[in-house]
T-cell receptor, first 112, second 111 residues
Framework: NAGVMQNPRHLVRRRGQEARLRCSPM?????VYWYRQLPEEGLKFMVY????????ESGMPKERFSAEFPKEGPSILRIQQVVRGDSAAYFC??????????FGQGTRLTVV | LAKTTQPISMDSYEGQEVNITCSHN???????ITWYQQFPSQGPRFIIQ???TKVTNEVASLFIPADRKSSTLSLPRVSLSDTAVYYC????????????FGKGTRLHILP
């Protein structure tokens, strides 16, 4: 059973471009969580999704950021018109309806 | 969501047993206690989860007193590679909800 897969591992975007981060949950997991982490800081919750539904997006900026978890395929975190301040590590986790969540290795986004 | 409090940092030496205590005074009846480990530039790694008394796996033990207002993660015979940030989280075990991380405990193992 493969773990949570995130890709790409590293992503470089110029200011104003779009960034798409993908997360494939573990097999059998229907819940996905996205987090952002700056160097030497903690994990900041962004959004919690179940298949085809956003359950809680209270940690996600209202503008430029969106997330989806379609019926088929990976969860996508999309950042439009990236700015330097979006540079961070973005982690995805997945879980079954009950039980602990497991994290991927993250996508390191650099905006130049 | 129950708030947790843990030491900001701890130092220990190789070969020692390390105990990290987490306070969660307003833990709810359905809440489970979960610990994660995070190395720099990596995603958090699940260590252990428990509800009451004691849970042990190949990596650690988790001690939870009867009142469940605190818990202690015990790492036996630590090595340099155990240097990491350790997070204690409390959440509903009946259904998953958003997971909020605190600042964690930065454990530094010395040779």
């Amino acid at each position: 059973n493969a773990g949570v897969m995130q890709n790409p591992r590293h992503l470089v975007r110029r200011r104003g471009q779009e960034a798409r981060l993908r997360c494939s949950p573990m097999k059998g997991h229907s819940h996905v969580y996205w987090y952002r982490q700056l160097p030497e800081e903690g994990l900041k919750f962004m959004v919690y999704l179940q298949k085809e539904n956003i359950i809680d997006e209270s940690g996600m900026p209202k503008e430029r950021f969106s997330a989806e978890f379609p019926k088929e395929g990976p969860s996508i975190l999309r950042i439009q018109q990236v700015v330097r301040g979006d540079s961070a590590a973005y982690f995805c986790a997945s879980s079954p309806p009950t039980g602990p969540a497991f994290f991927g290795q993250g996508t390191r986004l650099t905006v130049v | 969501l129950a708030k947790t409090t843990q030491p900001i940092s701890m130092d220990s030496y190789e070969g020692q047993e390390v105990n990290i205590t987490c306070s969660h005074n307003n833990i709810a009846t359905n809440d489970y206690i979960t610990w994660y480990q995070q190395f720099p530039s990596q995603g958090p790694r699940f260590i252990i989860q428990g509800y009451k008394t004691k849970v042990t796996n190949e990596v650690a033990s988790l001690f939870i007193p009867a009142d469940r207002k605190s818990s202690t993660l015990s790492l036996p015979r630590v090595s340099l590679s155990d240097t990491a940030v350790y997070y204690c989280l409390v959440g509903d075990g009946e259904r998953n909800d958003k997971i909020i991380f605190g600042k964690g405990t930065r454990l530094h193992i010395l040779p």
